[in-house]
């Protein structure tokens, strides 16, 4: 029997040693003191482990073991109807039957109130089994919490102040049917002229006299669109508001009568064939005059959608580990038995290299990544905690809200390059997991070339890699120009333990980081300067005032969009740095990891850093010229 949980023992290292759960495990068992939950840390994190074993133990043997009729057996569109292969169906009936569908959700609506970080270990490990399996078991859970969040934000979910169990919450019903396996939930964002760009969305919502809301317009590439639950952003004020223009609402694809009787608001026109995904249906849907439910405000739909894309970024990145890892280990047991010029080609210094490396970026990508979420789950529960006022105590009240400030910032920092890097590197790895296959590797008869069809969409979903290093270097250009002085003593900090730390790899790995803050200084002083000419030959710390001005991304930062994903990658090593040091000062055997990660990082960021600063002046011009 195999275990992708017992079976890995980097993953393991996050789950059994790294994190300090006490944080996660107060703020998911409310102190403790929970009726029905856990009285201790021990007895949670028992049931933690318990649940991962499990997980990991049906992944490796009831749904990996099964790629060949998976690729095989289609999902298919039928009479307005998507219809799963019998393949399929028995896979997620068993999931609805371990209850992993409810797994996040509080255990008064029928779930097991566990955190995030165990939920994203499950994807991980879902992941490495079959990613199409795993995206569309994880509109679950996700949908499910989604409307748990808007719910107690709007103010509509009720618990009791004493035992704090939930009394009442909106979407009650929604909930229970997700978590007993009886409905899917989707997120429908993209329109056929509004991928990317969301300020171009174009469906209606419209409010009849008695207030009830109907949406028109179609959604496509909706994953798990088949789904009862769809939460649906759309245009609801009137005028050219951009995203301000939009709101959020929850619409039933259709109503089920006790004999199984649909009567549909919408319709599927569409399942799409996909390269790979097989396991996941991605629909068209097209509403017309469909009833809606408004979710949180009006106008503030945006701000809604990133809280679930916030989540299904983090999702991806465990996809790409899923994948990645599965890659690895099928090129490495294939390269330990095919033998080429009178040895096992794992010998030949190529591909031992390049095993060597694919094993080491999943091992950096789960640093990040597991990083990200811890701090996800602190801002999410923090802040639900502040909604429903788990805590009267106005000193506790206060350090919360402090804390909550921290947690998202540390969340919003890192989730892009964890979507970016994973999603790039799924590919990079499964891409060289076919090569070392060789022709084998090009045909159906091994899963390395479905692990690289299943890899090509990670850069493209839940915001493409352009789009991510977007966000990336606009916070971190506008992190800077609001606090030059923190930048100053940030870039002092890191010089001077480049420089002067004790540990050599402690020295090494701040000298990644300074690359990464003279790349991002660099593009800055070039970005002001175009801009307030009077900082070009100044170092950050003197510009404070100067760059109090009012900036506009597009038009002022065309040097740096031309560069972000140039940036990303640095700001991606440097993080890998940091979080690799941290586990290497306190876990000793965690410093073979770093030094790995650090033979591969530190000649790539000098020569990004060079290609950055000496590249794209002329491109620049050409596009001004093309402009104008
Ligand atoms: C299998 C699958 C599942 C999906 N699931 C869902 C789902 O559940 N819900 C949902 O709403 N959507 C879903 N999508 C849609 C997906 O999120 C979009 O395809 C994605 O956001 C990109 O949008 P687009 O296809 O319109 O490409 P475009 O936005 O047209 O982008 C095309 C290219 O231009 C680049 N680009 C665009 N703008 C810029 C810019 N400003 N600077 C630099 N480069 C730029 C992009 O990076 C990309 O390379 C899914 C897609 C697929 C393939």
Known sequence: MGNFFRDNDDLRFYFERWFDWDPIVRLTEVDYAMEGGFASLEEAREFYGDIVEMVGEFAADAIAPKWEQIERQHIELKDGEVVFPPVLSGIFDELASLGVHGLCVPRELGGMNAPLLVYMTNAEMFARADVGVMTHISFHCGIAMAMLVYSAKEGTTKIDAESRAFISTRFEEPIREIVEGRAWGSMDITEPDAGSDMAALRTRAVQDADGNWRITGQKIFITSGNAKYHIVIARSEPGDLGLDGLSLFLVKLYDEAPDGTKTWHGTISRVEEKLGHKSSPTCAIDFEDTPAHLLGRRGEGFRG??????????????????????????????????????????????????????????????????????????????????????????????????????????????????????????????????????????????????????????????????????????????????????????????????????????????????????????????????????????????????????????????????????????????????????????????????????????????AMYDELTTTGAALLAELERAEA
């Open 305 to 606: 959608m990133l809280l679930l894309m916030n989540n299904a970024r983090i999702g991806v990145a465990f996809e790409a580990i899923g994948i990645a890892e599965a890659a690895y280990r099928l090129a490495k047991d294939y390269a330990v038995q095919r033998r080429s010029m009178g040895k096992t080609i794992d010998r030949h210094e190529m591909i031992a290299e390049a095993l060597r490396e694919m094993r080491t970026d999943i091992q950096a990508l789960r640093a990040v990544t597991m990083h990200a979420t811890y701090y996800e789950e602190l801002a999410q529960k923090t802040s639900i905690a502040l909604e429903l006022g788990y805590t009267s105590d106005p000193d506790r009240v206060a350090q919360m809200t402090r804390d909550l400030k921290r947690y998202k910032w540390e969340a919003r920092r890192v989730t892009p390059l964890i979507k970016y890097f994973g999603g790039e590197k799924a590919v990079e790895i499964a891409r060289r997991g076919v090569q070392i296959h060789g022709g084998v590797g090009y045909t159906k008869d091994y899963q390395a070339e479905k692990l690289l069809r299943d890899a090509m969409v990670l850069p493209i979903y839940e915001g493409t890699s352009q789009i991510q290093s977007l966000m990336a270097m606009k916070d971190t250009l506008m992190g800077i120009i609001a606090d030059p002085a923190g930048f100053a003593k940030r870039l002092a900090k890191t010089q001077w333990r480049a420089l002067s730390a004790k540990d050599p790899l402690e020295r090494r790995a701040a000298n990644v980081e300074l690359t990464a803050l003279k790349a991002q200084s660099w593009l800055l002083s070039r970005t002001a300067a175009a801009k307030v000419g009077s900082v070009a030959r100044r170092p950050p710390s003197d510009w404070a005032g100067e760059l109090k001005k009012e900036w506009d991304p597009k038009r002022d930062f065309s040097l740096a969009m031309l560069h972000a994903e140039r940036l990303t990658r640095l700001l991606f090593d440097a993080a890998a740095c940091e979080l690799l040091w941290g586990q290497s000062a306190r876990f000793p055997e965690r410093r073979e990891v770093l030094e790995r990660w650090l033979e591969r990082a530190e000649p790539r960021s000098r």
